[in-house]
């Protein structure tokens, strides 16, 4: 391999991990406001009402979908 094969695999390479490390920040980002839903659901579950339980649940479903779907981009992002 000379030089610039090289020089094009390290490019191709570090963008390669710059697309992995975005959409690690989603996940994190993601799971942080899941775990916020959780502790204030917890907190307060008997002060809060019905429709903000649904309201909360719908998010935190929500979200888990969305970390679903960019844990199978960084699958597939491996592969």
Known sequence: MNNEE???????QLQWVKQRD???EQVESNLYEMKH??????S???SISANEKRRLNERFTH?????????????????
Do not use: D
């Open 6 to 12: 090289e020089l094009a695999f390290l490019e191709a």
């Open 22 to 24: 975005a959409l690690l």
């Open 37 to 42: 839903i959780a502790e204030q659901v917890a």
């Open 44 to 46: 307060n579950h008997k």
């Open 63 to 79: 979200l888990k979908i969305k970390v679903t779907e960019l844990e199978n981009q960084l699958h597939t992002s491996y592969n």
